[in-house]
């Protein structure tokens, strides 16, 4: 077990909010609250804690762990789950309302923009103020400060008042100033969104570069790309509460298919409810690992199998199995058609069929992605069933060097990412070649 970096326990927050009141307890004060609306509307009379009730809202309720040194801990959840209250908590701008978390070592924080700087001050000195926060002597600041300023990129406008930078510029500095003065622990809010693909790309060299050297990083992402290349555990966040603490994995396929079971597989025990007509319907839809077993969520670098099992309830025209992937944004990345020649062009007998199409490793980028599968007629045109959304599986890539990422940690483009067979050419200066590229044969 590593000495723990962060101990909480039964961490809460309580917020009081004023809400609208609603109702009347009487009919004197329902036809008071009435006329003050009235007046209200004329300009007359401003609105009076009378028309308020105090609501408590608990943004954070019993929240316990232990972080141990050298952990790159992800934390997700939905807007309002409490993920950026409870890093608050941790890096001290709010006390919490019941419980307690001890952290072992000094804290570096970026949470959303504006915190942590004093707008009135220049970029310059928010590096040298963060430093004394922070317990830096002034001399290692000035040893790292040059580091600082070209990470953040803002150098040209390094003795402006921050209140000026863009937010872009604003987290450019504070990551930089937060990662690079060593803290023990980094605490990292969804500021990082703000930032573009090249600076996303440097930070998250940099929290793994941090983790390597056996700081603590925890990092709120709603980029589920991010959490799992940079994470191997993972909290989930729900009202307030953890409702999942554990391997990357797992928790974020649970929390993508909102806990509602496996998504990868669905299956139709009833004939009547499956999905087709009087001549086919389909029974089952499996996405399996490159062993053959369930999996919801694969590495990149191995295969998967999409299963598909139907029923053939009479012989009729030949018809062509398919499925469609599509990815988290909507976007069709392909379609494949059964084109097994036993049965192409042939009408099957009646019987339970299993057809797998196998996707390769090294084929499709990170992310989630959707199955559909069907069935259709070509001649005359007919659809037998088509099921949107069928299932469902997650890619994750650890950027381990042998995947079609290679050592690139920034984000690639397009809708497949190949591992593609490269041929290379050299001719040293002063010297002429007639050689051309030529083609690799397996």
Known sequence: MKPPAIEAARLSKVYTLAAPRRGSSSLAEGVMHGVRRLLRGRGSVPRTDEDFVSV????????????????????IGRNGSGKSTLLKVLSRVTEPTAGRAVLHGRVGSLLEVGTGFHPELSGRDNVYLSGSIL????????????????????????????????????????????????????????????????????????MRRIGDQGQTVILVSHNMEAITRLCHRVIHMDQGRIVADGPAQKVVAAYLHGGGGSWSRREWTGLDEAPGDDTVRLRAVRITDAWGSLAETIDVRSGLAVEMEYEVLRQDRPFVPSITIRNEQGLDVFETFDLDSHWRGVSRPPGRYVGAAWIPGNFLPEGTFYVSPGCFRQQPFHVHFFEPQAAAFHLIDRVEGNSARGDFSGQMRGIVRPLLKWTNRFEPYGERSDARVTRAHE
């Open 56 to 75: 408590r809202k608990w943004a954070l309720r019993e929240a316990s762990f232990t972080i141990g040194r050298g952990e790159i801990v992800g934390i």
């Open 135 to 206: 317990g830096m002597p002034r001399a290692e600041i000035e040893r790292k400060f040059d580091e600082i300023v070209a990470f953040s990129g803002v150098g040209e406008f390094l003795d402006t008042p921050v209140k000026r930078y863009s937010s872009g510029m604003y987290v450019r500095l504070a990551f930089a100033v937060g990662a690079y003065l060593d803290p023990e622990i980094l605490l990292v809010d969804e500021a990082l969104a703000v930032g573009d693909l090249e600076f996303q790309r440097r930070c998250m060299e940099k």
